[in-house]
């Protein structure tokens, strides 16, 4: 249902560009979020995207990652990641939900639908 590419491996300052498309029907006032988590911490929001282009970041990520629909595609949703830290590595996962509670976007229990993730490593 939600499908995440564009991980990889990258030296800190750089960059990468993630890729999640879903699959599946359109749906009304649908949010979009960016999750990470490594081992034995639990799931972190990163960004999130609603169906009205009200967006979200986590602290953490402000001024350095930016969440964008695709213009041609709704359904395609980016999270570009620049200046990166060897605290950004984790697994990043893609959520989706119609029932987000619009005041924490950025809970991990707001979502219903999961990508796999894709892994991103930062190195010093």
């Known amino acids: 249902y939600l499908a995440e590419s564009g991980g990889g491996s990258v030296q800190s300052g750089g960059s990468l560009r993630l890729s999640c498309v879903r699959s599946?029907?359109?749906?009304?006032?649908?949010?979009m979020g960016w999750f990470r988590q490594t081992p034995g911490k639990e799931r972190e929001g990163v960004a999130s995207?609603?169906?009205?282009?009200?967006?979200?970041y986590a602290d953490s990520v402000k001024g350095r990652f930016t969440i964008s629909r695709d213009n041609a595609d709704e359904k395609i949703v980016y999270l570009q990641m620049n200046s990166l830290e060897p605290e950004d590595t984790a697994m990043y996962l893609c959520?989706?939900?119609?029932?987000?509670?619009?005041?924490?976007?950025?809970?991990?229990?707001?979502?219903?639908?999961w990508g796999k993730g894709t892994q991103v490593t930062v190195s010093s």
């Open positions: 599946g029907g359109v749906y009304r006032n649908y949010c």
């Open positions: 959520a989706g939900s119609s029932v987000v509670d619009r005041n924490r976007p950025l809970s991990q229990y707001q979502y219903n639908y």
């Open positions: 995207i609603d169906s009205d282009g009200s967006i979200r």
